[in-house]
């Protein structure tokens, strides 16, 4: 059993970074999001790497852009508002088919907001980044050990598909505490023919490039970008589930609403009703297929989440309006309790709430 | 017979798509010139702006990027970090790139002494939109958004990029140079020449103004444009040195 050490969410998305062989974080400092950049500002300079304070969001995000572009593992993070400026060059990325890993350390919105945990940027992460048709990986960690497991894993699936990888965590899984084990198997990077470093004279000049003035071949680089995107839906949806096999009333939550719904479901199962909890890893590509199998014998779902009600739209969508969707929420920094969602759940179940 | 005139081997051999009287062409050709003449085209990548030149990425021979509109010095910071011994990074951006949109890029590149090496093309004009006024624009100018000529009382008045960024300790070497005529275009080389050995030689952050014409958008003939810089663009943005800090150090000691 590997050796375990206690770290903060934040910390183990830095130290899982440097571990998966980035070596360049650009950032700019914002609650509760900062000790990513502090940790990679102490350890870069020590391993050969490059930590860089950018003047904003909206440079960071572009200093990226520039090291993806040659090719090498890189990252920025963030929290809400700091995404939203990041989203000219995460459109840009998409459209230059640049590998990049960019973290969400979620805090309440809209506007300024809060600093306190939040999941109301599902829409944002899984919809509308930025303008244009494009799409990108998004990651949904509950617990300190998948901030690290699932930040290794966002730059093998960035790289594999070249896209954007997005991890989208929240205050709380960013501060809190767990220990934590780095014996995280990394695999090896895949070669990157198209990147500019430079011709050595040797080859054609290589472009990154996200302008197409012809219509019609813009079409096409769309039409063959959302072709990867297919076969990422196909192969790289990832849900826990969670006494779902025989489950009447099932829950969807994902990170930290995920770990409130299981204490949940425990205590609605003491009581005698059929409970369980699918929890999406990965927001985009949705595991649809676990909904629709849940929605074959379930009588009714609970998406609980930290936000207005933005993951319920999946939730529908997935289970095809089969049987009735409901929401339990807080928002604004506040965290539903097990009371509520248990509360919800015997409601779901027919009974009183 | 002996070739006394040819194609720079940086320059790509393909037509480009800049109006006729443009100076584009000779700028771009003057930084094909330099990559020949040091030997760096095959380690030199080269970033290209939004605006007129948005594809120079087509006429260089080395490897290029497109950036987003002003964001050209933090993908070049990106580029040159990468790899900071075997990367040549150059921006090539226009004046509504540089001096509007991307001036935060421009001034922290600047102020960080980020070893690259940027071309400012300032036609006071923001000319693959039409023509509308750019952060250049000289009081009175009539652009599409300025139809009554630019007017400072309501929408202030042109930036002077080096004059402004060598207030800063940051940068190595700034100077504003123009094309408008042969002697000018030597004296132009040779900025951009030096603002290339400046980073080949690890000294940081060095920029080259060219105050260059837009015959479309200025309404003009070529020739009357070449001409409308020596009278209204030299008055506002005198060429000349701005800083040379290794210059500055040689004369201290």
């Not at chain 1, 375990?4 to 070596?23: S, T, Y």
């Not at chain 1, 870069?44 to 790497?49: L, S």
């Not at chain 1, 244009?132 to 998004?138: A, E, L, Q, Y």
């Not at chain 2, 000289?138 to 207030?167: A, F, H, N």
Request: net charge neutral; proline share 6%.
């Amino acid at each position: 059993m590997a050796e375990k050490v206690l770290m903060k969410g934040n910390e183990a998305i830095a130290e899982a970074a440097i571990l998966a062989g980035c070596r360049h974080y650009f950032g700019y400092p914002i609650t509760p999001q900062t000790e990513i950049a502090a940790y990679m500002a102490k350890k870069m300079p020590k391993i050969g790497g490059t930590f860089l304070q950018a003047e904003s969001e909206i440079a960071a995000i572009n200093m990226v852009y520039g090291v993806s572009s040659t090719g090498k593992r890189v990252m920025t993070s963030s929290s809400s508002p700091g995404i939203s400026l990041k989203s000219e060059g995460l459109s840009y990325l998409a459209g230059a088919d640049l590998p990049a890993l960019v973290v969400n350390v979620q805090r309440g919105g809209p506007g300024l907001g809060g600093i306190q945990p939040s999941q109301s940027d599902y829409f944002q992460a899984t919809r509308g980044a930025g303008h244009g048709d494009f799409r990108m990986i998004v990651l949904a960690p509950a617990s300190v050990q998948e901030m690290a497991e699932l930040t290794v894993k966002g730059f093998e699936l960035a790289d594999e598909y070249r896209m954007t990888s997005l991890i989208l965590a929240d205050g709380t899984m960013g501060q809190m505490m767990e220990p934590v084990s780095l014996d995280i198997t990394v695999k090896p990077q895949p070669e990157k023919p198209w990147a500019v470093t430079g011709t050595k004279c040797a080859r054609f000049h290589n472009s990154i490039n996200s302008l197409s003035l012809v219509p019609e071949e813009l079409e096409k680089f769309n039409s063959d970008r959302y072709e990867r995107y297919a076969k990422v839906e196909a192969n790289e949806a990832m849900a826990e589930e969670y006494m779902v096999d025989d489950a009447e009333v099932v829950i969807a939550a994902f990170g930290i609403a995920a770990r409130v719904s299981k204490n949940a479901v425990n205590e609605a199962r003491k009581q005698g009703i059929k409970a369980g909890l699918i929890r999406p890893i990965t927001l985009w590509p949705f595991p649809k297929e676990v909904f629709a199998d849940a929605a074959k014998h379930a009588k009714a779902f609970i998406s609980v989440e930290l936000s207005m009600g933005q993951m319920i739209e999946d939730v529908r969508l997935s289970t095809r309006c089969r049987v009735p969707v409901t929401l339990c929420n807080r928002a604004g920094g506040m965290i539903p309790s097990p009371e509520q969602v248990l509360a919800a759940i015997k409601q779901a179940n027919g009974g009183e709430a | 017979m002996a070739v006394v005139f040819q194609k720079p081997k940086a320059l790509a051999d393909i037509p480009m798509h800049y109006c006729p009287g443009c100076t584009h062409g000779i700028i771009h050709r003057l930084v094909a010139e330099v990559i020949d003449e040091l030997g760096i085209e095959g380690k030199t990548i080269g970033i290209a702006p939004v605006g007129c030149s948005v594809m120079a990425y087509n006429y260089f021979t080395c490897d290029m990027i497109e950036a987003a509109h002003g964001r050209a010095p933090a993908i070049a910071t990106g580029v040159k970090r990468s790899d900071p011994e075997n990367h040549i990074v150059f921006t090539y951006q226009g004046d509504g790139d540089l001096a509007s949109i991307g001036m935060a890029e421009t001034v922290h590149a600047a102020a960080r002494n980020e070893n690259i090496t940027v071309i400012f093309v300032n036609n006071a004009i923001y000319g693959m939109t039409g023509g509308q006024m750019a952060p250049t624009s000289l009081p009175g100018q009539i652009t599409q958004t300025s139809p009554y000529g630019r007017d400072p009382k309501l929408c202030g008045y042109p930036i002077r990029v080096c004059e402004m960024l060598s207030q800063l300790e940051g940068p190595e070497y700034l100077e504003r140079v123009t094309v408008n005529s042969v002697a000018n275009i030597r004296k132009a080389k040779k900025a951009i020449k030096k603002a290339f050995q400046n980073q080949i030689d690890g000294k940081g952050f060095s920029l080259v103004e060219v105050v260059s014409s837009c015959p479309t958008n200025w309404g003009m003939t070529p020739q009357a444009a070449l001409k409308w810089i020596d009278d209204n663009m030299i008055p506002y943005y005198p060429l000349g040195v701005y800083k040379d800090r290794t210059a500055e150090q040689e004369a201290a000691k």
